[in-house]
């Protein structure tokens, strides 16, 4: 893991005296937040909330006006951990017309 000095923001003074904010490229190991989509169209927000709170990390759960799911988990890796087994299971194993949702880390 990087320190956080190498993680933090950097600032740099530009010849306008104005400061400008330069993050670091792709803070990966940082990200502990998954989205998730392709919910049918009758699962409820109350159903999707619910979806993910048996996995490992799980904290909570927004679902969006778009009906997108994101998922906040303990750690990195509990989040890296969610989408592998989200991606590999069907929504309804008793129906083969829904298909499947798909995650990744937000």
């Known amino acids: 893991?990087?320190?956080f000095s190498e993680c933090a923001p950097r600032t740099q003074n530009t010849h306008t005296?104005?400061?400008r904010v330069h993050f670091p490229a792709h803070p990966t190991m940082s990200v502990s937040t998954i989205?998730?989509?392709?919910f049918p169209a009758?699962?409820?927000?109350r159903e999707r909330k619910?979806?993910?709170?048996?996995?490992?990390g799980f904290q909570?759960?927004?679902v969006t006006k778009t009906n997108t799911l994101f998922a906040k988990f303990d750690s990195?890796?509990?989040a890296s951990n969610a989408v592998r087994a989200l991606n590999s299971v069907a929504y309804d194993q008793d129906d083969g017309?829904?298909?499947a949702v798909r995650a990744e880390m937000a």
């Not at 989205?35 to 392709?38: A, D, I, L, T, Y």
């Open 1 to 3: 893991l990087k320190a």
């Open 17 to 19: 005296h104005r400061a």
């Open 35 to 38: 989205v998730v989509v392709g």
């Open 42 to 45: 009758d699962a409820g927000v």
């Open 50 to 56: 619910n979806y993910l709170r048996f996995l490992p």
């Open 60 to 62: 909570r759960a927004i």
């Open 76 to 78: 990195p890796q509990s």
């Open 97 to 99: 017309s829904v298909p």
